[in-house]
């Protein structure tokens, strides 16, 4: 059994119902928005933030209607989300096809992601889940936060790392948060439990952004951009930063500095993915992500009970390191 499959195996008929449920919703009779809508359908997807709160509301007590709602309620409030952020970066593409604003232009893809976000704040009410609610909706404030800090930082000639933490805790990481702590929440566990599961949610995150920087070091076409693109728009992440730190060399000082300002060429861009490799930047990442793996695991073997969902978190986290896009 691969691994998606071992990921899917407890909670195969909850997930069918959870993308006849996600499909229904990017479903409408009015022309443009059908299509742009089954243009964004049509990404599918591993669906691994809606599986993450599946399992979780499994482990506590069950998958219910509410875990359904929340489950789609928060993927849209995630599509929607990245149909705004490829028009604020311009992007021509997302996981492989070619972007809404690409597509069509910037008026629609900003329209579509204001209808996806109403949808997401419908499908949530249905819940009748005050606490869910209102953790979709800090969750939809956290993620614009973390977008405004992220070109904050362009202008920052500091280069941190905890920056870099502050920024993907406040993305990527709190997108993973919310679907631990409701799909907890929805299947009625208590307050202590439901902490515990965030964090593991956070954890299980800063995991899977570390490898999806790492992957900017590399060239594949599966990813769906070229090397060094961060930085092209602007970003220092993990292994560039810990080399930067750690060597202070000055030349690459100066590059970094052209990064932020956005006058750095693509040739420049080489260098800079060049000496992160060499400076230990992905091994670092690595060891980094590590770390966060035995978090994960930690609680796993002390909060998960039922063993195919323990095999499958397992699974889970360790396919977020392994992947290869």
């Known amino acids: ?63 219910s209607s509410t875990t359904l709602n929340s489950a789609v309620g928060l993927e849209l409030l995630h599509t929607a989300s990245l149909v705004h952020d490829d028009v604020v970066d311009e992007s021509a593409e997302r996981r492989g096809q070619a972007s809404v604003n690409a597509t ?103 995991i899977f952004q570390i490898r999806d920087d790492i992957f900017d070091y590399y060239e594949s076409k599966e990813i769906g951009k070229p090397t060094g693109n961060d930085m092209a728009e602007g970003k220092l992440t993990l292994p560039v930063i810990y080399a930067l730190n750690n060597s202070h060399l000055e030349s690459m000082q100066t590059l970094a500095r052209k990064v932020k300002t956005g006058t750095i060429n693509a040739d420049e861009i080489a260098v800079l993915v060049e000496f992160a490799k060499e400076n230990g930047g992905i091994d670092y990442a690595e060891r980094r992500m590590n770390d966060y793996r035995q978090l994960c695991m930690d609680y796993i073997e002390e909060s998960i009970k039922e063993k195919a969902i323990r095999d499958a978190l397992t699974a889970y986290v360790n396919y977020v390191i392994e992947r290869k896009h």
């Open 1 to 63: 059994m691969d691994k998606l499959k071992q990921i899917q195996q407890p909670i195969e008929g909850e997930l069918n119902d959870f993308i006849d449920l996600f499909n229904g919703a990017l479903t409408h009779t009015d022309q443009l928005l059908s299509q742009v809508l089954n243009h964004i359908r049509q990404r599918g997807g591993k669906r691994m933030r809606p599986i993450l709160m599946l399992l979780l509301a499994k482990n506590y007590g069950g998958v």
């Open 104 to 206: 069509y232009n910037n008026k629609v893809a900003v329209l579509i992601g204001d209808y996806l976000l109403s949808t997401a704040l419908l499908h949530v009410a249905y819940t009748n889940n005050e606490t869910i609610i209102q953790n979709l909706a800090e969750l939809g404030r956290t993620l614009a936060r973390g977008e405004i800090l992220q070109l904050s930082n362009i202008q920052n000639t500091e280069i941190s790392e905890d920056v870099y933490y502050d920024v993907i805790k406040m993305k990527t990481a709190a997108l993973f948060e919310s679907c631990a702590a409701i799909g907890a929440l929805s299947a009625g566990a208590h307050k202590d439990e439901v902490e515990k599961a965030r964090l593991f949610g956070q954890n299980l995150g800063i």
